[in-house]
């Protein structure tokens, strides 16, 4: 089919692979809409999003409204990137991880409405944090949805929907390989549009992917150890799984699970409590006899380092205890 004039909608490095692919598939970017600059950095200064900068990069025009709820908080905000969405004339808008809410208006006015490319297998992890969640939760697959968009948080109808393996990912490899895998389903979407069946969500299965927040990443030992591991995992690079130890907030950053007979010969200690110290990792006693051994820390300030590297600064013994 011939090129498509596309509205594009999202803000991190997530939906700037979907962008690239779409102008690589020889569409047209008439507009590109994306979060406003945000504090970043030590210094704080303003700093565009991911997909501001490739638009800025392509010579794409840009739109930062701060809503685009007409009798919301900024109406002429809203307003003004009404004007621009209907002088742009697009034949699609695709969104992803764009991070405001589309009232009916914006799903109305392309010619195809609103797609999605969506993180997770729908209606698994509707919501904010789908490639986390389905780490910390243990699910062997997760995937990408096209989902043809509605009102309703990720309620929309499915029109693509593809699986992959999780394996031993953590957030950040999941999340690349999401992405890529988002880019190619869109550009079959759009080359498929109008074709598509669609097929309404079933009502059974759903769950919700929160935010993640900081104050999550804390460590409470008395968990499983798989459990342990898997926030370890879902929760890198962002905010990074921590817990307190003499005095010291350390990250924990890679992790894998063993029982206590396989890393001491000794009785099953408090959780929390450090069963072996060694190059190869630190061996912290979990819930019911089981255990974590970490091999890649981080002090405050410091670098991501593999253990036997961070044993040279930060003198740990069996016995000592993380908080």
Same mark, same amino acid.
């Given at each position: ?6 509205? =594009? ?50 010579? %794409? ?43 009916? %208006? ?57 699986? !992959? ?55 409470? %030992? ?22 307190? !130890? ?63 590297? =961070? ?13």
């Amino acid at each position: 089919m011939s090129p498509l004039r596309v509205v =594009f909608a999202g803000t991190p490095e997530f939906a700037r692979v979907a962008l690239e692919a779409i102008a690589a598939a020889g569409h047209e970017v008439v507009l590109v809409m994306s979060q406003p600059d945000r504090p970043a950095g030590r210094g704080m200064k303003l700093q565009a999003s991911p997909v501001k900068q490739c638009a800025v990069a392509s010579d %794409w025009p840009v739109a930062q409204p701060r809503s685009l709820r007409l009798d919301g908080k900024y109406p002429d905000e809203a307003s003004a990137a009404r004007d621009t969405l209907l002088a742009a004339r697009p034949d699609v808008m695709v969104v992803a991880a764009y991070g405001l809410i589309l009232p009916q %208006w914006v799903l109305d006015l392309p010619v195809h409405g609103c797609l999605n490319i969506h993180a997770s297998l729908l209606p698994r992890w509707r919501g904010a944090a789908p490639i986390h969640r389905a780490i910390e939760a243990g699910d062997a697959q997760t995937g990408i949805t096209i989902m043809q968009m509605d009102a309703g948080l990720d309620t929309g109808d499915m029109l693509l929907r593809e699986a !992959l393996d999780i394996g031993d990912d953590n957030t950040a490899r999941l999340h690349d390989r999401l992405a890529e895998l988002g880019g190619r389903m869109i550009v079959e979407a759009l080359a498929r549009i109008g074709m598509l069946e669609r097929t309404p969500q079933p009502a059974d299965g759903v769950t919700y992917a929160s935010k993640v927040e900081k104050h999550e990443a804390l460590i409470d %030992w008395a968990q499983p150890a798989d459990a342990i591991v898997r926030r370890i995992r879902a929760f890198d690079p962002f905010p990074g799984a921590n817990s307190p !130890l003499d005095g010291e907030t350390v990250k924990l950053w890679t992790a894998h699970t063993h029982a206590h007979a396989e890393a001491v010969s000794m009785e099953p200690a408090a959780p929390g409590t450090l069963l072996a110290v060694s190059d190869a990792g630190v061996t912290v006693a979990a819930a019911a006899g089981s255990a974590v051994t970490v091999t890649e820390l981080q002090r405050p300030g410091g670098k991501r380092l593999a253990v036997a590297d =961070f044993l040279r600064g930060f003198d740990l013994k069996p016995g000592q205890a993380f908080g």
